[in-house]
């Protein structure tokens, strides 16, 4: 399934409620490909596409009598070790900030550590963040990669 945000924002020039679901998508070791998955932001292939780290995120719009105007836009991120936290929306983008953390959930699950403890800063070559933008409907750059 998919988890929402807890930060939708409204969208004061269009009076629009804003929001965004996200979810794992499994690792090839697990048995389950997604060749859709497979490309990073930069549309090249991942260096974790081997270990199939992923995110699908779906971005909504509604409008005041919260029908979608637009249908909901779909991303998939390969090297993302984490889920997004908070975004920001600019009259053309959907902006958010994959940080350079991995969660280790075991602990959490076993009841050992809260959920913040068990984000795990990523190191060496792979500790990046990364800015999407990804374009809105409707904006300058709708449509585009």
């Known amino acids: 399934g998919h988890a ?27 048995g389950v490909p997604d060749p859709r998955l497979w490309r990073s932001a930069k549309g090249k292939k991942s260096r974790t596409e081997s270990r199939g780290a992923g995110l699908e995120v779906t971005f909504y719009e509604w409008d005041e009598a919260f029908d979608l105007p637009f249908p909901p836009v779909t991303i998939r991120v390969s090297d ?30 076993l009841g050992l550590k809260g959920p913040g403890e068990c984000m795990v800063p990523v190191k060496g070559e792979e500790a990046r963040a990364v800015v999407h933008l990804v374009p809105r409907p409707g904006g300058r750059h709708a449509g585009k990669p």
């Open 4 to 30: 929402f945000t807890a930060h939708p924002r409204i969208d004061k020039a269009t009076k629009r409620l804003l929001g965004w679901s996200w979810k794992t998508l499994l690792p090839k070791h697990f």
């Open 80 to 109: 993302c070790p984490s889920p997004p936290h908070d975004w920001v929306v600019t009259p053309n983008y959907y902006v958010w900030m994959q940080s350079a953390f991995r969660l280790n959930l075991l602990p959490c699950v």
